[in-house]
């Protein structure tokens, strides 16, 4: 009796799976200074108002509002970082963007509108609180500055700054291992001979594992054989939260990594209803993940974002990184899809109110241009004719 192939899985009941258990790693104290792209493990609230003091917003006169629409004399000049003194009553102070408004003010007249004759100054009628900034207007004490899980980038970092703060509480790093299996790997640099090809996984990925908060700690080549795949992927999980695999999966010969997974821990093999990359390799050996990626270069940049990112981000209680970004496009190019879900590489390209999606012109898996060249996946669904003007769902790979 023939066997029965196995039904495709759904590209979200893998996510699933993949996700399964995973809970954020271990927290870590470092200087604010080194903490660009990390992942704020607690919650940070506010000791200081920001601005400290009602302030100028403006180069030009405080004064009390019900001074102005006459001549007033000035009595002092308040620079910005001089702490003031108590406004004379019927006078006003010269002061600038950023300056303290004195006691006794409640409003700047900007000096454009201010004209001086014979040492006084000539304001306008001005209402209380203009050119105004009131102590706290951007962050007031005891309020959350920051939520746990906020991939602390350049604002993130100003706000912490205006605290004073010189370390955070940040969620360590994913330590992650990449192991690239098959004799036919050579890595730049090195000849060519026939039969070989360069390694353009290992540069590829290792960006994208940076790019996602992981820490690389290996990245090893794993030649074609049991005995050494197996301590590659031993050593691997003794280091290592997740360890990445590419190729060696499947049921040939020289594919090594389903064997010796399945001795050393547990694997679930997936044949995805996607295309590229059908075949995803989920496992565990102890504590540590795997994810097993194609060897094809363009399956594995694929699977990498729709899988490894996530995994990252949830390892890292980072919730902006479980899902991409979707934008709803205009398609400009036409496909249609039989019983798979076509991740097109496609560039998003802003036209006004449109948002248009154009995709690369060859989409074989063969060729990594195609990611090279573009920003978005176009999902289609299964069972889809696409033509130019159709409405087409993208994953914005910007973010």
């Not at 409003?107 to 454009?112: F, G, H, K, L, P």
């Not at 090809?197 to 992981?214: D, K, P, Q």
């Not at 794993?222 to 060696?248: K, M, P, W």
Request: charged share 20%.
């Amino acid at each position: 009796m023939a066997e029965t192939t196995p039904p495709l899985e759904s590209v979200e009941r893998a996510r699933e799976a993949l996700l399964d258990g995973v809970t954020p790693l271990g927290a870590e104290r470092i200087a604010c200074a080194e903490a660009a792209g990390r992942v704020l493990a607690r919650e940070v609230a506010a000791a200081l108002d920001v601005p400290p003091a009602d302030n100028s917003a403006m180069d030009g006169y405080a004064l009390a509002s019900g001074d102005s629409g006459g001549a007033l004399p000035i009595s002092q000049r308040i620079a910005a970082g001089q702490a003031p003194q108590p406004l004379a009553p019927g006078t006003c102070a010269r002061l600038f963007t950023g300056s303290e408004i004195p006691p006794g003010a409640d409003c700047v007249a900007i000096q454009e509108n201010v004209t001086l004759e014979d040492g006084l100054a000539r304001i306008p009628p001005t209402q209380p609180g203009q050119n105004v900034r009131r102590r706290g207007l951007d962050v007031s004490v005891g309020s959350r500055l920051l939520s746990a899980g906020t991939r602390l980038g350049a604002a993130a970092l100003g706000l912490l700054a205006g605290q004073g703060l010189e370390t955070v509480e940040v969620v360590r790093r994913p330590r992650v291992a990449l192991l690239l299996t098959g004799d036919e790997i050579v890595e730049p640099g090195q000849p060519l001979a026939p039969g070989q090809i360069y390694n353009s996984n290992g540069a590829m990925l290792a960006s994208l594992i940076a790019r996602f908060g992981g820490e690389l700690v290996a990245q090893v080549r794993v030649a074609d054989s049991f005995d050494t795949t197996r301590a590659r992927l031993a050593e691997a999980a003794a280091l290592a939260d997740v360890i990445v695999t590419t190729g060696g999966v499947s049921v040939g010969e020289e594919d090594h990594v389903k064997p010796a997974l399945e001795q050393l821990g547990e694997l679930t093999l997936w044949r995805l209803a996607m295309r590229p990359g059908k075949p995803l390799a989920l496992g565990t050996i102890g504590t540590t993940r795997v994810v097993g990626l194609p060897g094809n270069p363009v399956s594995s940049y694929v699977g990498a974002w729709l899988y490894l990112r996530p995994l990252l981000g949830a390892l890292m209680g980072c919730t902006d990184q479980l899902e991409l970004p979707r934008v709803p496009a205009e398609a400009d190019f036409s496909t249609r899809t039989e019983g798979r879900r076509h991740y097109l590489r496609a560039t998003l390209a802003f036209e006004g109110e449109r948002i248009v999606a154009r995709a690369y012109p060859e989409q074989s898996s063969a060729v990594l241009t195609s990611c090279a060249a573009t920003n978005a996946f176009a999902v289609i669904p299964p069972h889809s004719d696409i033509s130019p003007g159709d409405r087409v769902e993208c994953l914005w790979l910007e973010a």
